[in-house]
């Protein structure tokens, strides 16, 4: 008896061996996690992999998925009474008119093998019935599957009443005629074209919308025009340099994708909405739209898809003036930099003070608690001894005071002037993340960092089952 059995079984597709030798490990008092990540998950991840890659097809992954299905019936009711949450919930259901649903439920036992509590509406499902499900159990996102190009304007009508209404549900959607393009226009938040690619994309909707306050939202910082060769590329409209910039960003991990063209001015606006368009044809992530320009802001917003966010607000008064209207009433996330007319704040009380103001401005302007990303202002260790501690009590004070609020800094400032930057720079986060930041303007292509931040994270219980760190030491992502 072992949880490797219960891998196996699942990979023979053996219901009955799953389902007994889960009941051997609880009877003997095993874990739920361990069952959990290193059985059932860690062998439908594997399924799904070589599903993905040509090695597993539909039937056996759907044999696959009730095998994981009959131990999880055993584990559930048990998960009842401890603390574990779920990695996010998900409303699923086959279209309005359309009664295909092997690839509904095949995406439907993917997600539920990866950790996700998942509702199955079943098919047939109008939109009203959707919103309704999703409202009832507080949804994360509503999966919308089709199979007849007769009912794919369902998927439409129903990611607009969302809209319409204001609801937060991010929207996926997918079957055999969907497409990227139909995605995108329809304005949905994402489309894949298998299972696995579903969970994947679920999982990242979850992480960038953030706000349920349990993952660390990464901003990918390497799209910036004051970088030289990033400049040229900008320069000379060259698509192919940064879209490489954006995917390896966005597959190392990051959740937003700055962009910025500061350099340029007078063409800031142009520049910005390029990159904004360029970025977002290669990988399907939001941009942190980085300028104090609200010209630049508005171009680039009038392309973006999806919510984006804004980088940045601060209280420095011409600042705070330009940028305040454009992001009133809107569910735009904003960073909130924590800079006055004063100068930069040194103490935590300081930066407390300039938050406080802050975030009522933007609260009482319409926008919600849980788009604002307070950025306390890193200043270099270098200059005064007490800067980082003053920084990490700024962090705690502000969660303490706003909750359901989000602290976001671009760290690198921290190390200015010392030797052995990037160590400054990587122990500085963790200790923000103990703190309670959930937010990082980094490069996320520095591997240690990232690998710091998974821990960082499971070390501060914001990784359900550490299913994240489990994940990152699978694909080798933590020996750096
Ligand atoms: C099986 C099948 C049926 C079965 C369905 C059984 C069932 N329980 O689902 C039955 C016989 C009932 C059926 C009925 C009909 N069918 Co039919 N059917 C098919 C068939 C052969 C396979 C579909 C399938 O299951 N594929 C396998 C799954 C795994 O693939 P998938 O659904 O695309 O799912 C994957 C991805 O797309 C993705 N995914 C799926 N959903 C989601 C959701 C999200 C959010 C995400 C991110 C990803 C995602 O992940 C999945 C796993 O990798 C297709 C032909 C084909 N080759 O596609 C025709 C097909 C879809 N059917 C078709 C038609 C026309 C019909 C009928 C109208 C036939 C008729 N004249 O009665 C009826 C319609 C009934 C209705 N109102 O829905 C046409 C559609 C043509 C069109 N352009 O619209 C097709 C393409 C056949 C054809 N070539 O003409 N059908």
């Not at 320009?293 to 999806?306: C, N, S, Y």
């Not at 490069?443 to 219980?461: C, S």
Request: hydrophobic share 45%.
């Amino acid at each position: 008896m072992s949880i490797r059995d219960i891998y196996n079984g699942v990979m023979e597709f053996d219901e009955d061996t799953v389902a007994s030798e889960v009941k051997k490990e609880v009877d003997a008092g095993t874990d739920l996690d361990s069952i959990l990540n290193e059985g059932l998950i860690a062998a439908m991840d594997e399924v799904g992999a070589k599903f993905s890659e040509g090695d597993l097809f539909v039937p056996e992954m759907l044999m696959a998925a009730q095998a994981m299905k009959a131990g999880l019936n055993i584990v559930k009711p048990l998960l009842v009474d401890t603390d574990t949450k779920p990695s996010g919930k998900v409303v699923i259901g086959t279209v309005k008119g359309d009664l295909h649903d092997i690839g509904k439920n095949l995406v439907a036992m993917m997600m539920e093998g990866a950790g996700f509590e998942v509702i199955d509406l079943g098919v047939d499902v109008d939109p009203e019935t959707f919103i309704a499900k999703a409202k009832e159990v507080s949804a994360d996102v509503i999966c919308m599957s089709a199979l007849l190009t007769t009912t794919m304007p369902s998927m439409e009508a129903t990611v607009k009443a969302i809209k319409e209404a204001g609801l937060p549900f991010k929207t996926m959607v997918g079957g055999a005629p969907v497409t990227k393009a139909f995605s995108d226009t329809i304005g949905a938040d994402g489309y894949s074209d298998d299972a696995p690619g579903a969970v994947e994309l679920a999982r990242k909707l979850i992480a960038a919308e953030g706000s349920k306050g349990n993952t660390m939202i990464v901003v990918g910082e390497l799209i910036n025009a004051s970088r030289k060769a990033v400049g040229g590329y900008i320069e000379e409209k060259n698509a192919e340099e940064i879209q490489k910039l954006a995917k390896e960003q966005y597959e190392a991990g990051a959740t937003f994708i700055d962009v910025n063209a500061g350099i340029f001015v007078g063409k800031e606006p142009e520049y910005l909405t390029w990159l904004t368009e360029t970025v977002q044809a290669a990988v399907d992530a939001p941009c942190s739209i980085d300028s104090p320009d609200p010209k630049a802001i508005e171009a680039a917003l009038a392309v973006h898809k999806g919510t984006a966010m804004i980088n940045s607000i601060s209280l420095e008064r011409e600042r705070y003036d330009v940028l305040l209207p454009l992001v009133a009433g809107t569910d735009l996330k904003v960073v909130a930099l924590c800079m006055s007319d004063d100068g930069m704040p040194e103490t935590s009380e300081e930066r407390l003070a300039i938050a406080d103001k802050l975030v009522n401005g933007l609260v009482s302007n319409g926008v919600k608690v849980e788009n604002i990303f307070v950025d306390p202002l890193v200043q270099p260790l270098s200059t005064r001894s007490d800067f980082g501690v003053e920084f990490l009590k700024a962090v705690e004070g502000i969660h303490k005071a706003f909750p359901g609020i989000h602290t976001m800094c671009g760290l690198s400032n921290i190390s200015y002037g010392l030797p052995a930057r990037k160590l400054m720079n990587q122990t500085f986060a963790v200790m923000a993340i103990a703190k309670g930041l959930d937010g990082l303007i980094i490069n996320p292509l520095d591997e240690r960092m990232m690998a710091q931040i998974t821990a960082a994270e499971a070390l501060a219980g914001r990784d359900n089952f550490c299913m994240k760190y489990l994940k990152a030491y699978r694909a080798k992502k933590l020996e750096v």
